[in-house]
């Protein structure tokens, strides 16, 4: 039986995610419904991946009985609602990250997931990509021996776009690439809470965080150190470092086909899209898709992949670089 699809936003991530669910079998993924503000939108995304249904309210998707999950691609700011509207609905959630704005946010949609039983997880598609299960093989394997220090950047010019650089559209380098070197951190550190945070920065005048720099010190004396931008381009890499050798992932790391361990490099190839795609390897999404299906398959409620646990542990050190580089959203004041 195919793990039936609700598509939240006829965006272009949303278009992205669709065409990676078309690159998985048939009998295993379905897109049965898509829901934009606009009728007129939801019906041209419709038309162009083959969906039977559209809706031009996100509430019409909520109702539907023929959902298994709903994937929400809408902004930053609005996971919160859209994602308690779905929760309350008795649907199984897939969001793209950040989860939410902030800890108290991302508490109130793990609330309401836990009191519908019902599964979420945030999007961080990077970790089910093939080069991620095999870092964390390796990694298990001691293959690095004892881990030191993890290095990560990720920066692209971003300042033509408004979603980035807009304090009401959740705007930021941290909470839109930040997170990718994070979230890889903490995956190397087993989800461990860092020691200590020492985070500098520089602002926008709209209030927003350009670029970002953070230390972090884990237990054992483990470092890590991390930059996202979007104001410059980076080199858009992870080093992680360890007594007995190192791996490399190379540029792009936030969707990785190749993984360089102690010198020798293996290419991990995404499919080919059957439609034109607006962000890199994004048939990569295929694989968070999967990790869903099987989730739901065995009747868990999260992944062990990434886990409520981790979307907390990623909200409350995001909560925490913002509070020492000085950037505040409204959704801090409520």
């Known amino acids: 039986m195919a793990t039936r699809w609700g598509i939240c936003s006829a965006g ?4 992205d995610f669709t065409v990676a669910l078309k690159t998985l079998s048939p009998g295993d993924h379905q897109v049965v419904a898509v ?17 039977s249904q559209a809706y031009g309210s996100y509430e019409e998707l909520a109702r539907d009985p023929d959902i298994d999950v709903v994937y929400v691609g809408v902004i930053h700011p609005y996971h919160l609602k859209a994602c308690l509207l779905f929760t309350n609905a008795k649907k199984n959630v897939l969001c793209e990250k950040p989860l939410a704005m902030n ?6 949609i793990l609330d309401s997931a836990k009191r519908n039983d019902v599964f979420l997880m945030e999007a961080v598609w990077t970790r089910f990509f093939p080069v991620s299960v095999e870092i964390r093989r390796l990694l298990a394997q001691g293959e690095l021996g004892e881990v030191k220090m993890v290095r990560s950047e990720f920066g692209v010019p971003l300042m033509h776009v408004s979603r980035a650089v807009q304090k009401e559209l959740g705007g930021g380098a941290l909470l839109d690439l930040g997170i990718y070197c994070l979230q890889v951190i903490f995956m190397v550190y087993n989800g461990e809470k860092p020691e200590s945070i020492q985070a500098t920065g520089v602002c926008l005048d709209s209030g927003v965080d350009e670029t970002v720099t953070v230390t972090l010190k884990f237990s054992k004396n483990r470092m890590a150190v991390l930059t996202c931008s979007s104001g410059v381009q980076l080199p858009n890499d992870v080093i992680i470092s360890g007594t007995k050798g190192t791996i490399k992932v190379p540029s792009p790391m936030w969707c990785p086909t190749s993984l360089v361990v102690n010198g020798k490099e293996t290419q991990y190839p995404v499919p080919e899209p059957y439609l034109p795609l607006n962000f890199i390897n994004s048939t990569g999404m295929r694989y968070e898709a999967e990790e869903v299906r099987q989730c739901l398959l065995k009747g868990l409620k999260e992944s062990a992949v990434m886990s409520h646990t981790d979307s907390l542990l990623l909200a409350e050190v995001e909560d925490e670089i ?3 580089i000085g950037v505040v959203y409204s959704q801090d004041c409520l």
Do not use: G, P, W, Y
Not at 12 to 15: A, N, Q, R
Not at 35 to 51: C, G, T, V, W, Y
Not at 103 to 108: C, G, I, L, N, Y
């Open 35 to 51: 829901a934009a503000r606009k009728l007129e939108d939801a019906q041209e995304f419709a038309r162009n991946h083959s969906i």
């Open 12 to 15: 272009k991530i949303s278009h």
């Open 322 to 324: 913002r509070r020492q």
């Open 103 to 108: 800890t108290k946010e991302v508490k109130e």
